[in-house]
Nanobody, 116 residues
Framework: QVQLVESGGGLVQAGGSLRLSCAAFGRTFDHLWMGWYRQAPGRERELVARVTYSGGITSYADSVKGRFTISRDNTKSTVALQMNSLKPEDTAIYYC?????????WGQGTQVTVSS
């Protein structure tokens, strides 16, 4: 089974940027579409971005479109999420997993906090 480890979160002011990274251990995931999910307090986990296994096609939730960019490097078994123009409503724990159906075990996630 693939073990996912997310990193790169932190505290940032509104309008700032962060780059999240997800590393996969145990098995490669180059045969899977991958995505970034987030869960804010009191809310369900939602898929915000996904990328095809080749990295050629991406899609985004309307709430992050134009601000977030997902990418992957199958040679390093990593998936990244570049987040620009962050808003307080982006505050959440961010996770990576297969997409659109999260079939892998969840990692611990990485906390993103955006202050106003």
């Amino acid at each position: 089974q693939v073990q996912l480890v997310e990193s790169g979160g932190g505290l940032v002011q509104a309008g700032g940027s962060l780059r999240l990274s997800c590393a996969a251990f145990g098995r490669t995931f180059d045969h899977l579409w991958m995505g970034w999910y987030r869960q804010a307090p009191g809310r369900e986990r939602e898929l915000v971005a996904r990328v095809t296994y080749s990295g050629g096609i991406t899609s985004y939730a309307d709430s992050v479109k134009g601000r977030f960019t997902i990418s992957r490097d199958n040679t390093k078994s990593t998936v990244a999420l570049q987040m620009n123009s962050l808003k307080p409503e982006d505050t959440a724990i961010y996770y990576c997993n297969a997409a659109p159906v999260p079939t892998l075990d969840w990692g611990q996630g990485t906390q993103v906090t955006v202050s106003s």
